[in-house]
Protein backbone atom coordinates (compact mmCIF):
# COMPACT_ATOMS: atom_id res chain seq x y z
CA UNK A 1 0.00 0.00 0.00
CA UNK A 2 1.29 3.50 -0.88
CA UNK A 3 0.52 6.72 0.01
CA UNK A 4 -1.00 7.73 3.22
CA UNK A 5 -4.57 6.37 3.96
CA UNK A 6 -7.36 8.77 4.92
CA UNK A 7 -10.94 8.63 6.72
CA UNK A 8 -13.62 11.89 6.48
CA UNK A 9 -11.42 14.90 5.13
CA UNK A 10 -9.05 16.13 6.66
CA UNK A 11 -8.16 13.31 8.46
CA UNK A 12 -4.74 11.71 7.12
CA UNK A 13 -2.76 9.08 9.06
CA UNK A 14 0.92 8.77 7.47
CA UNK A 15 2.11 5.09 5.91
CA UNK A 16 4.60 4.29 9.20
CA UNK A 17 5.20 0.93 10.94
CA UNK A 18 3.33 0.58 14.43
CA UNK A 19 6.89 0.20 15.76
CA UNK A 20 6.91 3.37 16.05
CA UNK A 21 9.58 3.80 18.81
CA UNK A 22 11.24 1.08 17.03
CA UNK A 23 12.17 -0.88 19.97
CA UNK A 24 10.05 -3.80 18.81
CA UNK A 25 7.48 -3.67 20.99
CA UNK A 26 5.01 -1.73 20.83
CA UNK A 27 3.63 -3.59 17.89
CA UNK A 28 3.07 -6.79 19.88
CA UNK A 29 -0.04 -8.27 20.71
CA UNK A 30 0.61 -8.64 23.78
CA UNK A 31 -0.52 -4.91 24.51
CA UNK A 32 -3.92 -5.56 23.29
CA UNK A 33 -5.06 -6.16 27.16
CA UNK A 34 -3.78 -6.47 30.36
CA UNK A 35 -1.77 -9.69 31.15
CA UNK A 36 -2.80 -10.95 27.28
CA UNK A 37 -2.44 -14.53 26.32
CA UNK A 38 -4.21 -16.73 23.78
CA UNK A 39 -7.49 -18.81 24.07
CA UNK A 40 -7.84 -19.67 20.53
CA UNK A 41 -6.05 -18.99 17.26
CA UNK A 42 -5.68 -18.46 13.87
CA UNK A 43 -7.05 -19.93 11.12
CA UNK A 44 -8.48 -23.06 13.22
CA UNK A 45 -9.89 -22.79 16.67
CA UNK A 46 -8.58 -24.56 19.18
CA UNK A 47 -10.05 -28.01 18.03
CA UNK A 48 -7.97 -28.20 15.00
CA UNK A 49 -10.80 -27.94 12.32
CA UNK A 50 -13.08 -25.10 13.03
CA UNK A 51 -12.48 -22.00 10.46
CA UNK A 52 -11.60 -19.18 12.68
CA UNK A 53 -10.98 -15.66 10.97
CA UNK A 54 -9.01 -14.02 13.71
CA UNK A 55 -7.37 -14.32 17.31
CA UNK A 56 -9.31 -14.62 20.23
CA UNK A 57 -7.15 -12.81 23.69
CA UNK A 58 -7.88 -12.96 27.20
CA UNK A 59 -6.73 -10.70 29.77
CA UNK A 60 -5.73 -12.47 32.93
CA UNK A 61 -7.93 -10.28 35.47
CA UNK A 62 -10.43 -10.31 37.86
CA UNK A 63 -13.91 -11.21 36.63
CA UNK A 64 -12.81 -13.22 33.45
CA UNK A 65 -11.61 -9.96 32.34
CA UNK A 66 -14.82 -8.14 31.64
CA UNK A 67 -14.24 -4.74 31.55
CA UNK A 68 -10.09 -4.65 30.87
CA UNK A 69 -9.40 -2.03 28.77
CA UNK A 70 -8.52 -2.82 25.00
CA UNK A 71 -5.86 -1.14 23.08
CA UNK A 72 -5.23 0.07 19.50
CA UNK A 73 -2.19 -2.19 17.58
CA UNK A 74 -1.49 0.57 15.87
CA UNK A 75 -2.02 4.06 14.43
CA UNK A 76 -4.72 4.83 11.94
CA UNK A 77 -8.29 5.99 12.22
CA UNK A 78 -11.34 4.54 12.75
CA UNK A 79 -13.52 2.98 9.47
CA UNK A 80 -16.36 1.84 11.30
CA UNK A 81 -17.63 1.31 15.09
CA UNK A 82 -21.17 0.02 15.90
CA UNK A 83 -22.48 -3.61 17.08
CA UNK A 84 -23.78 -6.31 15.19
CA UNK A 85 -25.35 -9.46 16.68
CA UNK A 86 -22.47 -11.70 16.18
CA UNK A 87 -19.72 -9.03 16.85
CA UNK A 88 -21.58 -7.45 19.72
CA UNK A 89 -19.93 -4.20 20.05
CA UNK A 90 -16.40 -3.73 17.64
CA UNK A 91 -13.87 -1.40 16.39
CA UNK A 92 -12.44 -1.46 12.78
CA UNK A 93 -8.91 0.59 12.61
CA UNK A 94 -6.92 1.32 9.33
CA UNK A 95 -3.74 1.45 10.38
CA UNK A 96 -1.00 2.92 8.51
CA UNK A 97 0.86 -0.32 8.03
CA UNK A 98 -1.55 -0.97 5.44
CA UNK A 99 -3.73 -3.66 7.68
CA UNK A 100 -7.06 -3.07 8.89
CA UNK A 101 -7.62 -4.45 13.01
CA UNK A 102 -11.46 -5.00 14.03
CA UNK A 103 -11.77 -5.32 18.03
CA UNK A 104 -15.23 -7.64 18.50
CA UNK A 105 -17.37 -8.71 21.63
CA UNK A 106 -16.38 -5.42 23.41
CA UNK A 107 -18.48 -4.00 26.38
CA UNK A 108 -18.16 -0.54 25.15
CA UNK A 109 -16.72 1.32 23.03
CA UNK A 110 -14.25 4.10 23.70
CA UNK A 111 -13.82 5.43 20.15
CA UNK A 112 -16.12 6.70 16.82
CA UNK A 113 -15.93 6.41 13.66
CA UNK A 114 -13.02 8.39 11.77
CA UNK A 115 -11.40 8.70 15.20
CA UNK A 116 -7.78 9.40 14.98
CA UNK A 117 -6.03 6.63 16.95
CA UNK A 118 -2.40 6.09 18.16
CA UNK A 119 -0.41 3.34 19.27
CA UNK A 120 -1.90 2.30 22.41
CA UNK A 121 -5.35 3.73 22.70
CA UNK A 122 -8.09 3.24 24.48
CA UNK A 123 -10.39 1.17 22.06
CA UNK A 124 -12.98 0.27 24.01
CA UNK A 125 -13.91 -2.37 27.52
CA UNK A 126 -13.41 -6.40 27.08
CA UNK A 127 -16.66 -8.21 27.43
CA UNK A 128 -18.56 -10.99 25.65
CA UNK A 129 -21.07 -9.23 23.35
CA UNK A 130 -22.34 -10.58 20.05
CA UNK A 131 -22.02 -14.40 19.71
CA UNK A 132 -18.31 -14.60 21.40
CA UNK A 133 -19.82 -17.71 23.15
CA UNK A 134 -20.82 -19.51 20.09
CA UNK A 135 -24.44 -18.67 18.53
CA UNK A 136 -27.58 -18.90 20.30
CA UNK A 137 -28.11 -22.58 20.49
CA UNK A 138 -24.33 -22.74 22.10
CA UNK A 139 -24.36 -23.71 25.82
CA UNK A 140 -21.55 -21.17 26.18
CA UNK A 141 -23.39 -18.49 24.11
CA UNK A 142 -23.34 -14.66 25.91
CA UNK A 143 -21.30 -16.45 29.36
CA UNK A 144 -19.46 -14.07 31.70
CA UNK A 145 -16.37 -16.85 31.54
CA UNK A 146 -16.11 -16.29 27.71
CA UNK A 147 -14.92 -13.14 27.88
CA UNK A 148 -12.37 -12.20 25.16
CA UNK A 149 -11.66 -9.52 22.03
CA UNK A 150 -11.70 -11.32 18.99
CA UNK A 151 -8.82 -9.41 17.04
CA UNK A 152 -9.23 -9.42 13.25
CA UNK A 153 -6.42 -8.42 10.51
CA UNK A 154 -7.02 -7.85 6.77
CA UNK A 155 -5.04 -6.11 4.89
CA UNK A 156 -6.93 -2.60 4.08
CA UNK A 157 -6.10 -3.17 0.02
CA UNK A 158 -7.98 -6.86 0.07
CA UNK A 159 -11.05 -7.62 2.15
CA UNK A 160 -10.57 -11.25 1.93
CA UNK A 161 -6.86 -11.09 2.90
CA UNK A 162 -6.63 -12.04 6.98
CA UNK A 163 -4.08 -12.54 8.55
CA UNK A 164 -2.88 -13.86 12.00
CA UNK A 165 -2.19 -11.21 14.07
CA UNK A 166 0.20 -13.18 16.59
CA UNK A 167 2.20 -14.19 13.71
CA UNK A 168 2.07 -10.21 11.97
CA UNK A 169 2.80 -8.24 15.71
CA UNK A 170 4.64 -11.14 17.20
CA UNK A 171 8.10 -12.76 17.10
CA UNK A 172 11.06 -12.92 19.35
CA UNK A 173 10.52 -9.41 19.83
CA UNK A 174 7.14 -9.40 21.12
CA UNK A 175 7.19 -8.26 24.30
CA UNK A 176 4.47 -6.82 26.23
CA UNK A 177 4.85 -2.76 27.01
CA UNK A 178 4.39 -1.32 30.86
CA UNK A 179 1.01 -0.46 31.31
CA UNK A 180 -0.03 1.58 34.23
CA UNK A 181 -1.38 -0.08 36.86
CA UNK A 182 -5.27 -0.10 36.83
CA UNK A 183 -7.03 0.42 39.97
CA UNK A 184 -7.13 -1.77 42.68
CA UNK A 185 -9.68 -4.64 43.00
CA UNK A 186 -12.95 -4.10 45.23
CA UNK A 187 -12.36 -5.34 48.51
CA UNK A 188 -13.88 -9.26 48.93
CA UNK A 189 -17.32 -8.29 51.41
CA UNK A 190 -16.86 -9.25 54.69
CA UNK A 191 -18.97 -12.09 56.14
CA UNK A 192 -19.07 -12.95 59.43
CA UNK A 193 -18.62 -16.32 60.58
CA UNK A 194 -20.24 -17.58 63.89
CA UNK A 195 -17.82 -19.41 66.34
CA UNK A 196 -18.30 -20.51 70.29
CA UNK A 197 -15.86 -18.31 72.19
CA UNK A 198 -15.08 -21.06 74.91
CA UNK A 199 -16.84 -24.23 76.87
CA UNK A 200 -18.00 -21.71 80.09
CA UNK A 201 -20.04 -19.41 77.20
CA UNK A 202 -21.38 -22.03 74.70
CA UNK A 203 -24.12 -20.05 73.83
CA UNK A 204 -22.64 -16.90 72.99
CA UNK A 205 -21.26 -16.25 69.61
CA UNK A 206 -18.81 -13.69 67.75
CA UNK A 207 -18.12 -12.65 64.69
CA UNK A 208 -15.17 -11.59 62.56
CA UNK A 209 -13.82 -11.69 59.51
CA UNK A 210 -11.09 -13.28 57.50
CA UNK A 211 -8.54 -10.33 56.55
CA UNK A 212 -5.46 -11.82 54.48
CA UNK A 213 -5.63 -15.29 56.01
CA UNK A 214 -5.78 -14.01 59.82
CA UNK A 215 -8.43 -12.54 61.76
CA UNK A 216 -9.62 -9.23 63.63
Known amino acids: ?3 PIS ?3 GVKIPVRPTDV ?3 GAMDCWKNVTSNASISSGFPYR ?3 STPHQGVDIVSGTANYGRGAPVFSLGAGYVVQAGYSDANGNYVRVAQGDGNTVT ?3 LLNRSVGTNTEVGVGTKIGEMNCTGYCGGGPESPNHGKISSTHVHIQVKRTDDSTAYLDAVDLYGGESCAAADVPPGPPPPEEP ?6 LRNNDQANRQVQHC ?3 GGSQ
Do not use: Q, R, V
Open 190 to 195: CNPIPE
Open 21 to 23: NAD
Open 1 to 3: MTG
Open 103 to 105: YIH
Open 7 to 9: GKP
Open 210 to 212: LIS
Open 46 to 48: NDG
